[in-house]
């Protein structure tokens, strides 16, 4: 079945030198816009939040640093190993940034891709890291011509896991404190999926 609701991302737009726009039930997936600093240090500057993810808590000074960075190096449309493509999370209704998604080519020989997504405090468990992640796959398989994507996740965050299996992603690995992060030895999941089982799963 397919995602109730879901409107079909405007594909086509990068072509034309215009910003990239995906449009959700709920959300709009943009770029980041200076504009954007408060909204995205309620959430960048909480240190629940990165505590499991590869950020310092952020400042005004440093989230203001990510953003000219992100503008910088994103890409509308990764297709060389190591580019990237970050949107955040704009509501509908308010204009509010409550999240944002991440897509990387990390193979481009063997057309493997990684996804991430990040949510602010007050929004979770809403769907809208669901919402918002789907909308990111069919992007990497269908704009980026991916044929497997990966969510690497801590595994003290059992709510990232529990989106992953939502969008029917298929836990593969469990490693053991493969990481020091943050001055502790952490376990890591792999989660991934395919481009015919998304499609199987999320048919236009």
């Known amino acids: 079945m397919g995602l109730p609701g879901a409107r079909r991302s405007r594909h086509a737009e990068h072509l034309r030198g215009v910003a990239i726009v995906i449009e959700t039930d709920r959300l709009l997936l943009r770029e980041m816009r200076v504009g954007d600093a408060s909204d995205l240090l309620e959430y960048q500057g909480n240190p629940e939040i990165v505590r499991y993810i590869p950020w310092p808590q952020g400042t005004a000074e440093t989230v203001e640093k990510h953003i000219q960075k992100t503008l910088a190096n994103s890409k509308n449309l990764p297709r060389e190993e190591g580019e990237y493509l970050v949107l955040v999370w704009e509501m509908k209704e308010s204009g509010k940034v409550i999240g944002q998604s991440n897509i990387s080519m990390t193979s481009k020989e063997h057309l493997r891709g990684e996804v991430g997504w ?51 992603m298929r836990l593969e690995a469990e490693m053991r404190e493969v990481e020091f992060f943050k001055g502790e030895w952490c376990d890591m999941w792999t989660y991934a999926i395919l481009k015919s089982e998304f499609e199987a799963l999320w048919p236009n």
């Open 118 to 168: 990040v949510t602010h405090q007050d929004y979770q468990r809403q769907g809208y890291a669901f919402e918002a992640s789907i909308a990111m796959l069919r992007y990497g398989f269908t704009e980026m011509g991916l044929h497997r994507i990966v969510a690497e996740m801590d595994t003290r965050v059992p709510a990232s896991a529990a989106v992953a299996r939502k969008l029917g």
